[in-house]
């Protein structure tokens, strides 16, 4: 299983980013995707997550109405929309895989190697 994820790099405060995560070797279909975020120093948290068919989202309080997660089934890639970034949106952001609900924030079976999203002020 490889979650290869993409997109990250260095924007101004206020600015945009979309994060993409090609998933191969899974039945993509089957599985709930998460974003996760780790920044310098801190554990890693939930930020979003998606429903196997895209019906059903779920957001950290930090991130919500600032960022979308969308997935595409064709492609097998889930993407997270990052708009108005801040300072404190600055980390290492990962992709993962799992047979959960998008409420539940453990249990991912399968991770990426992560993409690194840094906003300055």
């Known amino acids: 299983v490889q979650l290869q994820a993409s997109g990250g790099g260095l924007v101004q405060a206020g600015g945009s980013l979309r994060l993409s995560c090609a998933a191969s070797?899974?039945?993509?279909?089957?599985?709930?995707m998460g974003w996760f975020r780790q920044a310098p120093g801190k554990e890693r948290e939930f930020v979003a997550a998606?429903?196997?068919?895209?019906?059903?989202?779920s957001y950290s309080d930090s991130v919500k109405g600032r960022f979308t997660i969308s997935r595409d089934n064709g492609k097998n890639t889930v993407y997270l929309q990052m708009n108005r970034l801040k300072p404190e949106d600055t980390a290492v952001y990962y992709c993962a895989a799992g047979p959960v609900d998008v409420t539940v924030h453990d249990g991912y079976k399968h991770w990426g190697q992560g993409t690194l999203v840094t906003v300055s002020s």
């Open positions: 070797g899974l039945t993509f279909t089957v599985y709930t």
């Open positions: 998606i429903s196997w068919n895209g019906g059903r989202t």
